[in-house]
């Protein structure tokens, strides 16, 4: 879920009550969950190894994330990538990563 202006019709991210760009109202819309990869980052030291950086959603906001269930060296700038939700552990919430197309 994004949130849009109902005025201007940008949309937002991190989800504001009112819109960054005109102060207009804003509401929830559904994401497509497809996105490319703008930059990123392997944490290859760390125990296990992860990778994280930033995809340009294709409603146009860029949003910090987690790359799961995928090479890591294989993951380009560019790359278009898909959502996928995980459950954390115990009572966590369900949230939202990325894995390559």
């Known amino acids: 879920m994004v949130r849009r202006c109902t005025s201007c019709k940008k949309v937002h991210h991190y989800p504001r009550q009112l819109c960054p760009f ?42 910090l994330t987690n790359f799961v269930d995928c090479d890591f060296k294989a993951l380009k700038i560019g790359q278009d990538v898909k959502v996928t939700f995980i459950k954390a552990e115990g009572e966590g919430p369900t949230l939202p990563f990325f894995t390559p197309a």
């Open 22 to 63: 005109c102060f207009g109202d804003c509401a929830w819309e559904q994401a497509s969950g497809k996105a490319k990869i703008y930059t990123i980052s392997i944490m290859e030291r760390a125990n296990p190894p992860y990778a994280i950086g930033y995809v340009t959603l294709a409603e146009g906001p860029s949003v």
